[in-house]
């Protein structure tokens, strides 16, 4: 399946707008290196003249007393995401890879970005820091990162989201410490059961807390099992496709967007990737298309 170049990104020009990065160090899943093949995998079904690549090293890396497993990795490839993201075509959609890959984009976005509000679409909610983090992941503490959370070489680059314009979407499996801080830390919650009877639940909760611009974030993990296979830690009762499309939209037609990613592709086989292609590809055209009467 290929899709034309002014399907996915409204305009003929050959321009990158897909900032393709098959990283998987941030993941603690022995399925990891299936997100190298997952990343490619959406890559390949998209207009190559629309894509730019971030060169991932082959090596796992170092915690550099972070913390952090493979943390020097991260690094590196952490500030190669933000070049390529400032100088693709926006709003850039990152191809991940696993979830960290988000915080490297919003790296190139939130210098001055005070109007910027971050979905995360998730079914884990990425709240650990390394002191709280059971296994070292990277990918476990994004979330906590984008809001300046914890220090380190893994801090957020310039500045922080305020926890207030964020909103946590679909997470349906964390722990005490990541309850206590969602509870204390100003961040809002919808949950699955939320946005399946109203579809506008995010945008509503949004529209008071000084947003303009918004960064959507979309593991892929968010959606029910039954809706796709190809994750490596699925979670049951998650939202149907079309319910995370219809969000999608209800954001769009209020907010301008600056950014977003798909992450979290791990697909078993070949043959299972062309399975849950059709079901991306609807995501990446939520994202894409023009959107008439915006804000």
Known sequence: MFLATEDVTGQNEDMSRFVVVPQWQGSASSRAMA????????????????????DVPLEAGEAIGTGV??????????????????????PAIVVGGDATVTVGALDALTSGGADIAVVWFSAHAALHSPETSRDGSFEGMA???????????????????DPARIVLAGAREYDDAEAELLES??????????????????????????AERLFLHISLDVLD????????????????????????????????????????????????????MGTILRLVSALTKSQQGTR
């Not at 990343?39 to 730019?52: K, N, Q, R, Y």
């Open 185 to 210: 830390g100003g961040m809002t919650s919808v949950s699955v059961d939320e946005l399946t009877s109203r579809p506008t639940a995010i945008a509503e909760a949004l529209a008071p807390r000084g």
């Open 143 to 161: 979330l906590r990162a984008v809001t300046g959370g914890f220090g380190g070489g893994l801090a957020f680059a310039r500045g922080r989201i």
């Open 69 to 90: 497993h493979r943390a020097s990795s991260l690094m590196r490839i952490r500030t190669s995401i933000s070049e390529a993201v400032a100088a693709a075509d926006p």
């Open 35 to 54: 997100l190298i093949d997952g990343a490619e995998a959406i890559a390949g079904d998209l207009p190559s003249t629309a894509c730019s690549r971030v």
């Open 225 to 276: 099992p039954s809706e796709i296979g190809g994750v490596s830690s699925s979670v049951p009762f998650g939202l149907a496709s079309q319910t995370l499309i219809d969000a999608i939209s209800a954001l769009r037609a209020r907010f301008e967007l600056v950014g977003a990613t798909i992450s979290g592709f791990a697909p078993s086989t070949p043959a299972a990737a062309v399975d849950d």
